[in-house]
Each structure stands twice: as C-alpha cells, then as structure tokens.
C-alpha cells in the first residue's frame, strides 16, 4: 500500500460533503493506496464541520479536520494542509467532487514514469463557467511573462514530499501556493485527468472573488507590475532625451520661439531624468520583493 496525504479544502460543502467522504472509502478500497485525509476547513458558515465529524466516524482511512478562525481562501487552506502533511506523496483535490479520485492514480503513475516532482491533472474540457475559464486563461498568460509554465496549473496535483519543504513551520496567508511548488519542483509533469460537473450549488468563486483573486496573485506574487515600471520609465526617460535633443537641434538650425526651447528641454530632460530613477528604484524594489517572498531560495530536491 502507499501512504498518500490528501489535502482537501471546505468551503460550504455541506451538501456534498458526505459523498465525498465516502467516495474516498470507495476509492481506498479499489485502490493500492493508503490516504491520510487532510480536510481544512476555510471559515465555512455552513454546517459542513458537523457533517463531516458524523460521516467520518464511518471510514476506515485516517484523516484530521482543521478548522481556520476565518475564510483565508484556498490557496491558504491548502498551504496549512501542505504544512501538516507527513507522508512522502501529497495530492490536493477540490471538496465539489469535480476531480475524479481515479485522478490520483494517473498522476502517481505519471510521477513515477516521468521520474517528476510535482504532476498537474489537466482536464481535456474544463467544467467551470464560462468567466471563470476565461479569467483563468488570461491570467496565466500574463503570468507566463515571469518565465514560469503557469499553464500546467490546476488545483488537482500530486507531489513529493521534499517540494512541500516552504511549507513546513510556516502558517501565513498565500495567496498562490503553485508559484512556490513550480519553483520547489525540478522537474514537472502533466496528464489529462477527468473534470466532473459540480455536484449541486453555486462555486464559492463569483466573479467578484475571482477579480480580487487575480489582482492579490499579480500585486504578491508577481514581480510583473514592477517590471513594467521598471522599463516604462526607461523607455520614456530615452523618449525624453531624443526628444530633448531634436529641441536643441531645432533652436541649432532653425527659427523658434525665444524661450521654447530652454522650457522643452528643461522638462524633457528633468522628466526623463526622473523616470530613468524610477525606473532603477522599482528595479531594486523588485529584488527586494523577491527576497521578501523567499522567490530565490536555493532548494535541494533531492541527495543522493
């Protein structure tokens, strides 16, 4: 048997908790793995702790439910269930019982065949509305500009235990734990897996939450905004100069206005001047936020 952690955040899902409780009964007893089941739950205002305490007592598999002081979001909820993981393999699935638990099984066979860190399950039609898999698409375009596959991303993934070594003894709010597994990992994976429609109810993600999500994952977990500052105020501090420069070279050669030209330059060039700081300003700010967010640690994956 193989001793597996699953990471499962709840959220409102009373309504469906139960099956999936024993969906995972079902799934140990046809399957080669041993599941330890990590159910945190992210400030549900529902009854779904007490539910789950109820139908738990029924399974024969181990599991621990954690309960946060308020909803954190997901990201969060699975960091705390990577913090309190112990057992070499981990996955993560969502409590709507979209993911197939036949899930598990290709992505273990794919990190083995593929000799991989940390395996992704991509679905083949994606069962999410309309919006959502729109804003997910263009989000990870964006991101893919910090040099990283982001498009690999979903929230159904297998890993090893040695890429979860950010998480431990650590408990603050993130906001994108896949930007510290892509950069834990040294080598990653993908298989197609089943996305199954939603049980019942409406997903905790309306659009506003998804507006908000994107803007915390660009604003903490993207250096993005800063390099665009970074080199728009070093491209239009060059435009000023060249600017500046044709203003000189037409006082030079030509009849102008007394005065114009010694306004112009003196603007163009002090503007440009101070765009080319900031410039350099938000450069170090980058780096600095880097560091602050442990972006270039040095991790090692593996000793042989």
């Not at 908790?17 to 799934?27: A, G, M, P, Q, Y």
Request: glycine share 4%.
């Amino acid at each position: 048997m193989i001793e597996i952690d699953i990471v499962i955040p709840i959220y409102n899902s009373s309504a469906f908790c139960e099956k999936l409780v024993f969906t995972i009964e079902n799934w140990k007893n046809e399957s080669h793995f041993n599941p330890h089941v990590i159910f945190v739950n992210d400030g549900s205002i529902d009854d779904v702790e007490r539910v789950l305490i109820q139908v738990l007592k029924q399974v024969t598999y181990s599991w621990q439910l954690v309960r946060l002081s308020k909803n954190y979001g997901q990201h969060t909820a699975t960091a705390i269930g990577f913090h309190l993981s112990t057992h070499e393999i981990v996955a993560t699935i969502d409590d709507d019982l979209q993911h197939d638990l036949s899930s598990i099984n290709k992505m273990y066979d794919c990190l083995i065949a593929e000799d991989a860190d940390l395996v992704y399950g991509n679905y083949f039609i994606k069962k999410h509305h309309f919006f959502r898999n729109l804003g997910t698409s263009i989000l990870k375009k964006i991101l893919n500009a910090e040099n990283k596959n982001y498009a690999i991303v979903t929230s159904c993934r297998l890993m090893k235990k040695n890429v979860l070594q950010m998480f431990k003894g650590n408990q603050r709010q993130i906001h994108f734990v896949d930007d510290y597994l892509l950069l834990s990992s040294s080598k990653k994976a993908t298989c197609i897996v089943n996305h199954n429609k939603r049980e019942s109810g409406e997903s905790g993600y309306s659009i506003f939450r998804l507006i908000k999500m994107a803007f915390s994952i660009l604003l903490l977990h993207s250096s993005l905004p800063l390099k665009i500052i970074t080199r728009m105020g070093l491209v239009i501090s060059l435009f000023c100069f060249f600017l500046g420069t044709y203003y000189i070279y037409q006082k030079l050669f030509f009849s102008v206005a007394i005065g114009f030209t010694s306004i112009i330059v003196a603007i163009f060039f002090s503007t440009g001047i101070i765009l080319f700081s900031l410039g350099i300003i938000g450069e170090y700010i980058r780096r600095i936020w880097i560091t602050k967010q442990k972006l270039d640690q040095v991790l090692i994956s593996k000793i042989y």
